[in-house]
C-alpha cells in the first residue's frame, strides 16, 4: 500500500542527493515539494513546520546534520550545526534523538569519513521509521480486532486528533497505520477527524491523507468531539505524541488532553501510537516537558484559499485582540489505555513502562 514515493513526505534525490519535503503549510490545496539545500533551509522547514511530527522532524534534523557535515566535517562546525537545528522545536523528543544517533556515529571517526557515515546514518533512521510505523500499524490493528470481535461486520468508529500519518513519519504513520492496515485488511472503518485548531492539522492533512487512500472519514469541529463520544458515536480515540514521559504520561497536540478526558468519562478506549523513540527516559513525568507556545497570530487569524487571490491570511478576531497559543498539551499516564509501540501495546504504568524498556535495543533505553 504504502510503497511508492509518492506516499513518503522525505526522500533525497538521487541525482542531485538533495532531501526533497513535501511542504505541508500548502496542503490540502497544493502538493508541493520542496528542495533542501542549505542548514538554513533544514531549520526554516523544521521551524514554521513545512515538515512536523515528531518522527519526521527527528528525521529531517537528521539529514540536516549530514548535508552540514558533508560541507564542513570539522567537530565545531558539527556541534554548530546540530545546536541549530535542535532549536527548531523545542519539545519532540525525536529532535534530539536523532541529531545524538548522527553524532554518536561519526564523533569518532577521522574528518573525510564523517559525511558519509553521517548520511547513511540519518537514512537508516528514515528506512528504519518506516518499518516501525508499519508494525505499528501491525499492533493497533490487532486492538481494533478485539474491539470488534464481537461484531465483526459493524463499523469501528475512530477518533483522532491533529496529523500522526505518513506526513508526519515517512510513511503509514504512528495513530494512523492502524487504521490503513485495518482499511487494507477489509475492516470497516470510520474516522472521525478533529480540525485541530488552530493550525488546523486534522482538517489539512489527517482528512487528506485518509480521503486519498480512500478510507471514509468526516471532519468535525473540536468542540463537538466530547458530544459524538457521550452520544455513542465513537468506539475507540487514537492519537499520537511527540514526546512520551518515563511514567506514561503523553504530549501531544493541543486539545488532546480534553479528548482524553472526554474518552474516560465515557468508558472508551484511549489509545496512543508512538514510535519507541518518542519515548523520552530522562523525563520522569509530563510537567518536565517544555510545551512550545507558538505565535498569537496562528489564534487570531486562519489561512485558506481564495479562487481569485490564492493563498490568505484572514483575520477573525477583533483589531486589537491578544491570544495565547500553547501547541502541545500533556495526557496524564492514568487516561491512556494503550501505549501502541513496534514493540507491542503497553499499559501506561510504571509496569507497563518497564516491561516496554526491556524490550528495548540499546540506544532506544
Not at 511508492?4 to 519535503?21: A, C, F, K, M, Q
Not at 548535508?67 to 534530539?96: C, G, W, Y
Not at 496512543?272 to 523513540?277: C, N, Q, R, T
Request: charged content about 20%; overall charge negative; proline content about 5%.
Amino acid at each position: 500500500m504504502f510503497s511508492s514515493d509518492d506516499l513518503s513526505s522525505l526522500r533525497r534525490n538521487p541525482e542531485t542527493g538533495l532531501v526533497e519535503i513535501i511542504d505541508q503549510t500548502l496542503l490540502p490545496h497544493q502538493l508541493q515539494w520542496v528542495n533542501l539545500d542549505s542548514l538554513a533551509a533544514y531549520c526554516h522547514a523544521i521551524e514554521v513546520m513545512q515538515v512536523r511530527g515528531a518522527p519526521l522532524i527527528g528525521i529531517t534534523a537528521a539529514c540536516g546534520l549530514a548535508f552540514a557535515i558533508s560541507l564542513d566535517s570539522s567537530s565545531k562546525s558539527i556541534e554548530h550545526a546540530a545546536d541549530q537545528l535542535l532549536a527548531t522545536r523545542p519539545t519532540a523528543v525525536n529532535l534530539r534523538w536523532a541529531l545524538e544517533q548522527v553524532r554518536s556515529e561519526v564523533d569518532n571517526l577521522p574528518p573525510e569519513e564523517r559525511a558519509e557515515a553521517a548520511w547513511s546514518r540519518a537514512l537508516a533512521i528514515r528506512d528504519a521509521d518506516i518499518d516501525n510505523c508499519s508494525r505499528i500499524g501491525d499492533c493497533g490493528f490487532e486492538q481494533f480486532q478485539q474491539l470488534t470481535a464481537k461484531d465483526p461486520s459493524g463499523t469501528l468508529n475512530v477518533m483522532t486528533h491533529c496529523n500522526a500519518g505518513w506526513l508526519a513519519t515517512i510513511q503509514w504513520g504512528t495513530a494512523l497505520a492502524p487504521i490503513y492496515k485495518a482499511h487494507a485488511a477489509g475492516m470497516p472503518i470510520h474516522v472521525w477527524v478533529s480540525e485541530t485548531r488552530p493550525r488546523n492539522q486534522g482538517m489539512n492533512l489527517t482528512a487528506w491523507e485518509l480521503q486519498r487512500a480512500g478510507v471514509p472519514c468526516t471532519i468535525v469541529a473540536d468542540n463537538s468531539c466530547g458530544h459524538l463520544m457521550q452520544s455513542g458515536q465513537v468506539d475507540c480515540v487514537i492519537v499520537g505524541t511527540d514526546r512520551t514521559a518515563s511514567n506514561g504520561d503523553v504530549c501531544n497536540k493541543i486539545g488532546t488532553y480534553l479528548k482524553a478526558l472526554a474518552a474516560a468519562a465515557n468508558d472508551i478506549p484511549f489509545f496512543v501510537g508512538l514510535p519507541a523513540s518518542t519515548v523520552d527516559w530522562r523525563c520522569l513525568d509530563g510537567d518536565s516537558i517544555p510545551i512550545e507556545e507558538r505565535s498569537g497570530q496562528e489564534v487570531l487569524e486562519i489561512r485558506g484559499v481564495s479562487s481569485s487571490a490564492g493563498y490568505l491570511n484572514v483575520s477573525i478576531a477583533g483589531s486589537d485582540s491578544t491570544a495565547a497559543n500553547p501547541a502541545f498539551d500533556v495526557t496524564p499516564a492514568k487516561l491512556v489505555t494503550k501505549l501502541i509501540t513496534e514493540y507491542g501495546a503497553f499499559q501506561a504504568t510504571d509496569a507497563g513502562m518497564s516491561a516496554l524498556r526491556k524490550k528495548l535495543p540499546e540506544h532506544l533505553a
